[in-house]
C-alpha cells in the first residue's frame, strides 16, 4: 500500500518545517551579535506558510487516509495561528536580543510550537491530534523556561512541563479508552460509532469523554485546573506569555471543538452539564482571583483563565439545538480573545523594559510618557471587559444570544455571563486608571517600533470588528464542522 | 439491582480477592517472625553503612555529576532509535519504490541537523 499524499493542502506545515530546520542550521553559523537575523529568517517562512495557506481557502481537502482534513475551518485557524506567530515574533525581537538569550534556539522552538497550532485544525485524528498538541506543548515548556538566570521563569517552565505531562497522560488515557470502544481513532467514525448502539460500553464511553476533557481542560486552564496558568505565565519571557495565552490556548480550543462537536456530539445531553459548571466556575474563579492582583501579567493570567470560561460557554449549549450558532460564536470568541489579548501583551512587552517587577503601578502616568500605548491600553482593556465600542462587545454578544436561543440552561450560563462581565470591568478598567489618572514619574517611554506596531495594529482591529463584525462573525466556515 | 443468584457469585469473586490478601499477609507475618526467632542478633557499625561491601561512598550525595555522558547518552540514543526505523525499511523498501527512500533521506537529514547543531556547539568535544 502507497498512500498518496495531497502536497499542496501540507504546503503551509511543510514551510514551517523546512524553516524552522533551516533557522537552527543558520543560526549555529551566526556569529553572536548577528543572531538575532534568526527572526527575519522566522517570520519569511511564516509570511511564506501564511500566503500558502491563502491559496488554500475555500478549499476541501483531505490527505493522510482521512486523519488531514484541510477545510475552511481549519483554514480560518490556519490564517489565524499564522498571523500570531507573525505578531509574536515582532514582539520578541528586541526582547529576546537584549536579553541575550539564545536566540537561534528560541524562534526554532517557537515556530515548532507554531507547527503544532497550524496542525490542530486540521486534525481529525485521535493520534493526530495529540501529535499536534504535543507538538504545541513541548517547545513551549522550554520557551516558558528560557530566562535560564531567572528561577521564576524555571518554576514557569517546571510547572508548565509537570502539568502539561499529567494532562497529556490523562487524555491519552481517555483516548485509548475511545479507541477501545470505537474501534476507531478517526473523529467522525468515532461519531458515528457512538451514535449507535455500544453493547454495554455507554459507561465507558462516557467515562473515556471525560478523561480526553479534563486533560483539554489542563491546557486551556479551566477550573479546577488552572492553578499552574499564572505562575507560568508570570515566570515565562513576556513574548512567549503572549503566545501561550493566545495561541496555545487557541489550538487548545480548537482540539476541543473538533472533538466535542463531531466525535462526541452524540453524548452531548452527559458533557453538556460538565462544560457548564467548567464555564461557570472558570469566569467566576478567574475574576474574582483578578480583583486582588497588583501584578499586571498576573492580572491578565486570570484575566485569561475568566476569558476561557466564556470561551467553554458555548460547549455546554450543544444538543439545545442551537449548535451551529455555539459553535460560531465560541470560534468568534477564540478569535476576538486573541486580538485584544495579544494588543494588550504587546503594551506588557513594551512597560516591561522600564520596569521587569510590572506591577499595575508601574504603568501610572503612561498616558502623557507613551500617550499610543496608553490609549491602545486602554481599548484593549475595555475590550477585555466587552464594552462597546470594541470588538470584544460582540465577542461576549454572539455567546450571550446563543445562551439565550438555547434557553433552559442557557440563559442561567449568559446571566452569570453578564453578571461576571460587570465585576471583570472593575480590575481591567484598573490600568487606564493607573495610566490616566495617577501621576508618574515624567520620562518619555521608548518602546520598540514593532511593538508600537502591534499594539496600534491590534488596536485598530479591535475598534475595526466592532465597526463591521462581519470581518469576524458570520464567516460561512465557522460552522462547517457541525451538522445539521 | 442485582437478583439473589448472581449477588452471590458476585460477593464470591470477592472473597477470592480477600483470601489472596489474607494469604499474602499471612507469608510476610511468618516470613518475618521466623527471622525473628531464627536468626542470629550480632549489630556490627559496619552494618549500617550504605553498602555492605564494595567501595565507601565518598562526598554528598549531591555532588556535581559528570555531564558529558549525559550528552553522549542523548546522542546514542537518538542514533539508536534512528536504526530501529532503518532495519524495517531496508527490509522493504525496493517494495516501496522510490518514496521510501526520499522519505527515509528527510529522516536522516533531520538526524543529522541534529547532529551538525550538536558538533557547531561544542557538544562533540571531549571538555
Redesign the interface.
Known amino acids: 500500500m502507497?498512500p498518496t499524499i495531497d502536497y499542496h493542502a501540507i504546503l503551509p506545515e511543510l514551510i514551517l518545517s523546512g524553516t524552522l530546520?533551516v533557522v537552527?542550521?543558520v543560526d549555529?553559523?551566526l556569529r553572536p551579535p548577528r543572531k538575532w537575523l534568526a527572526m527575519p529568517l522566522s517570520f519569511a517562512g511564516v509570511l511564506a506558510a501564511f500566503v500558502a495557506t491563502l491559496t488554500l481557502i475555500g478549499a476541501d481537502r483531505t490527505t493522510f487516509g482521512g486523519s488531514y482534513h484541510v477545510d475552511p475551518f481549519a483554514v480560518l485557524f490556519k490564517v489565524f495561528f499564522l498571523s500570531v506567530a507573525m505578531i509574536v515574533l515582532f514582539l520578541s525581537l528586541r526582547y529576546f536580543r537584549e536579553g541575550r538569550y539564545y536566540q537561534g534556539e528560541y524562534y526554532f522552538l517557537l515556530l515548532s510550537s507554531v507547527l503544532g497550532c497550524v496542525m490542530m485544525p486540521s486534525s481529525r485524528d485521535l493520534l493526530m491530534l495529540f501529535i499536534s498538541l504535543e507538538l504545541v506543548s513541548a517547545p513551549a515548556f522550554l520557551i516558558a523556561a528560557f530566562r535560564k538566570n531567572d528561577p521564576r521563569s524555571n518554576e514557569a517552565g517546571l510547572k508548565f512541563f509537570l502539568i502539561g505531562v499529567l494532562s497529556s497522560a490523562v487524555m491519552l488515557y481517555g483516548m485509548s479508552l475511545i479507541y477501545g470502544v470505537t474501534g476507531s481513532t478517526n473523529l467522525y467514525e468515532i461519531g458515528k460509532a457512538l451514535a449507535g448502539h455500544l453493547g454495554g460500553q455507554e459507561t465507558l464511553a462516557l467515562a473515556a469523554i471525560l478523561f480526553v476533557v479534563t486533560g483539554f481542560a489542563f491546557k486551556v486552564s479551566a477550573f479546577p485546573f488552572q492553578f499552574w496558568a499564572p505562575d507560568t505565565y508570570e515566570g515565562a519571557p513576556v513574548p512567549v506569555t503572549a503566545f501561550l495565552a493566545s495561541a496555545s490556548k487557541a489550538a487548545g480550543f480548537t482540539g476541543l471543538l473538533q472533538l466535542m462537536f463531531v466525535a462526541f456530539i452524540h453524548q452531548a445531553a452527559f458533557w453538556g452539564p460538565v462544560f457548564a459548571a467548567f464555564s461557570i466556575f472558570t469566569m467566576s474563579i478567574g475574576n474574582l482571583v483578578a480583583l486582588q492582583q497588583r501584578q499586571a501579567v498576573r492580572l491578565l493570567a486570570y484575566s485569561s483563565i475568566a476569558q476561557a470560561g466564556y470561551m467553554l460557554l458555548p460547549f455546554a449549549l450543544a444538543g439545545h439545538g442551537v449548535d451551529k450558532e455555539a459553535f460560531a460564536a465560541a470560534v468568534t470568541y477564540i478569535l476576538i480573545y486573541a486580538i485584544m489579548n495579544l494588543g494588550a501583551f504587546a503594551v506588557v512587552v513594551a512597560v516591561s523594559r522600564k520596569s521587569s517587577a510590572l506591577l499595575i503601578a508601574d504603568f501610572a502616568g503612561l498616558m502623557r510618557n507613551a500617550p499610543l500605548l496608553a490609549l491602545a491600553m486602554t481599548i484593549f482593556m475595555v475590550s477585555l471587559a466587552g464594552v462597546p465600542p470594541t470588538a470584544g462587545f460582540w465577542g461576549k454578544f454572539f455567546v450571550f444570544r446563543a445562551g439565550i436561543d438555547a434557553g433552559g440552561i442557557g440563559i442561567a450560563l449568559a446571566v452569570v455571563m453578564v453578571v461576571n462581565s460587570v465585576i471583570s470591568l472593575f480590575y481591567y478598567l484598573a490600568i487606564p486608571r493607573q495610566m490616566i489618572l495617577v501621576e508618574g514619574p515624567e520620562e518619555p517611554m521608548r518602546s520598540p517600533a514593532l511593538v508600537t506596531f502591534v499594539a496600534a495594529l491590534a488596536a485598530a482591529a479591535v475598534i475595526a470588528v466592532f465597526v463591521y463584525p462581519d470581518l469576524i462573525a458570520h464567516f460561512p466556515p465557522l460552522s462547517t464542522l457541525v451538522g445539521s | 439491582m442485582l437478583s439473589q443468584a448472581s449477588a452471590e457469585t458476585y460477593y464470591q469473586s470477592y472473597a477470592v480477592v480477600l483470601a489472596v490478601l489474607a494469604a499474602g499477609v499471612l507469608l510476610v507475618g511468618v516470613a518475618f517472625l521466623a527471622a525473628r526467632l531464627i536468626a542470629p542478633h550480632r549489630p556490627l557499625p559496619a552494618k549500617l553503612t550504605t553498602y555492605e561491601c564494595g567501595i565507601d561512598p565518598v562526598g554528598q550525595g549531591w555532588s556535581q555529576s559528570q555531564v558529558r555522558y549525559y550528552i553522549y547518552g542523548f546522542l546514542f540514543v537518538i542514533f539508536d532509535v534512528e536504526a530501529v526505523f532503518l532495519f524495517p525499511w531496508a527490509r522493504i523498501f525496493e517494495r516501496l519504490g522510490y518514496q521510501a527512500v526520499v522519505e527515509m533521506g528527510i529522516f536522516i537529514g533531520i538526524l543529522a541537523v541534529g547532529l551538525l547543531y550538536a558538533w557547531r556547539k561544542g557538544v562533540l568535544k571531549w571538555v
Do not use: A, C
Open positions: 502507497n530546520v537552527l542550521v549555529v553559523f
